[in-house]
């Protein structure tokens, strides 16, 4: 019994390093177009995370190009990798719910306002643009209108280019509402 215990430890130890070199992996390919493989790994293999670094990142990509998150892309030299649609929206998600991504939790007076109508044929990024703002605080207010006091609307906007959501996702800041709808919000942000 305790064998299966310590034997299940590891197997659940190898699972969390693996999603741990699967995040790392995203948050880096996030940060430019596309990456070499090399320097992929040596940016990860520097941080010592696990005895063998290399078969845990060559696992971690193999998942994430299943998953459909990173394609592959070689040139005469090198093996590239880089983020698709699908890959981005999650790499997003991943800094919203990062520690290091703080939100100010004092209001500057600013409501941010996103609309966004995507046909029922790309339901999924519908679904996935849906979580997104609900982690990062807004309110879905009608159908497809969403709501929120958080300076977010910088993170979207980056979104919204990254997927060529131009007339899909529409963001809008504005500092003056009607007093009905203020004391709603209000009451719906504790503000």
């Given at each position: 019994m305790y064998v299966d215990i310590i034997f299940g430890?590891?197997?659940?130890?190898?699972?969390?390093?693996?999603?741990?070199?699967?995040?790392?992996?995203?948050?880096?390919?996030a940060e430019k177009p596309a990456i070499s493989i090399p320097e992929l790994s040596g940016r990860i293999q520097t941080q010592k995370d696990?005895?063998?670094?290399?078969?845990?990142?060559?696992?971690?990509?193999k998942g994430l190009k299943e998953a459909g998150l990173i394609e592959n892309m070689s040139s005469g030299q090198n093996d590239y990798a880089r983020l698709t649609k699908s890959g981005r929206i999650k790499a997003n998600s991943i800094k919203l719910e990062s520690e290091?991504?703080?939100v100010s939790n004092t209001?500057?007076?600013?409501?941010?306002?996103?609309?966004?109508?995507?046909p029922e044929s790309r339901?999924?990024?519908?679904?996935?643009?849906?979580?997104?703002?609900?982690?990062?605080?807004?309110?879905?207010l009608k159908n497809s209108a969403?709501?929120?006091?958080?300076?977010?609307?910088?993170?979207?906007?980056?979104?919204?280019?990254?997927?060529?959501?131009?007339?899909?996702?529409?963001?809008?800041?504005?500092n003056s509402l009607d007093a009905e709808t203020e004391k709603v919000l209000f009451e719906m942000f504790g503000k």
């Open positions: 430890y590891d197997k659940m130890s190898n699972i969390m390093k693996k999603q741990d070199f699967s995040k790392k992996i995203l948050k880096i390919l696990t005895k063998r670094p290399s078969y845990a990142i060559t696992r971690s990509l290091s991504s703080l209001w500057d007076g600013k409501w941010r306002i996103i609309l966004l109508d995507l339901k999924a990024e519908r679904e996935s643009l849906r979580y997104l703002l609900k982690k990062a605080g807004f309110v879905c969403w709501i929120s006091p958080y300076p977010f609307e910088h993170l979207f906007s980056n979104i919204k280019k990254d997927l060529g959501l131009t007339t899909e996702l529409m963001i809008m800041t504005t």
